[in-house]
């Protein structure tokens, strides 16, 4: 019963590496989103996708990118890291729907020194 | 733009005892959505309760309720009887009905639980 799953756990990049954050869901959810969580805040949407090939931005998309290949997965990509890309990052899918919650994984904890 | 205000960054209770945690947001749409989430040290994040803005009932989840009041845009969540397991960071978060169902959160209240 895997749900949401996102790799790796734990991470540290220097500043200008690149690297992609893995997401992938079972549970064949149109709906997945890519979320940052800054100390003490709330979460903030960076992209989200209602399906396969579709994709779209949220709040705070600058210097992310996104791609949806296939409905299972949802990779997360940062070109260039700045350390203000510092946060925890965390994955969610959902049916397609407004009344159908969000099923979130648990999160990736990046650091850009 | 909606945004969810939550103006407790902290609160405490007693063990056994009941809390009330307090939101509000901001929209012009009349159909949506509203969720409190748990977030515990762990990290995941885990759906406590929900309700839709059409139905005038306060939902309710064993010991988790809620203040619904559309007019004043307000949603507190009251738990009662809590236990040491309660003790978390609870975000309030909104979602339109419509719009690729994003949420918007609040930036949390950290819960703690004093035996």
């Known amino acids: 019963n895997a749900g949401v799953t996102q790799t790796p756990k734990f991470r540290i990049l220097k500043i200008g590496q690149s690297m992609t954050l893995q997401c992938a869901q079972d549970m064949n959810h149109n709906y997945m989103y890519w979320y940052r969580q800054d100390p003490g805040m709330g979460l903030k949407l960076i992209y989200y996708?209602?399906?396969?090939?579709?994709?779209d931005k949220g709040e705070v998309p600058n210097g992310y990118n996104v791609s949806r290949s296939t409905t299972e997965d949802f990779p997360l990509r940062l070109e260039l890291a700045a350390p203000s890309q510092t946060s925890v990052y965390f994955c969610?899918?959902?049916?397609?729907?407004?009344?159908?919650?969000?099923?979130f994984g648990d999160g990736t904890r990046l650091s850009i020194l | 733009a909606q945004t969810v205000t939550q103006s407790q960054p902290e609160m405490s209770v007693q063990e056994a005892e009941t809390v009330t945690l307090s939101c509000t947001y901001d929209?012009?749409?009349?159909?949506?959505?509203l969720f409190w989430y748990k977030q515990p040290p762990s990290r995941q994040m885990i759906l406590v309760i929900r309700?839709?803005?059409?139905?005038?009932q306060n939902a309710t989840e064993n010991r988790f309720s809620v203040n619904f009041q559309k007019a004043a845009k307000s949603f507190s969540l009251k738990i009662s009887d809590s236990q040491l397991g309660d003790a978390a960071m609870y975000f309030c978060a909104y979602r339109s009905a419509r719009g690729g169902n994003k949420l918007v959160f609040g930036a949390g209240t950290i819960l703690r639980v004093k035996s």
């Open positions: 996708s209602v399906g396969a090939g579709i994709t």
């Open positions: 969610a899918s959902s049916y397609q729907g407004p009344n159908h919650p969000q099923h």
């Open positions: 309700q839709e803005a059409y139905k005038q």
């Open positions: 929209t012009s749409e009349s159909d949506y959505y």
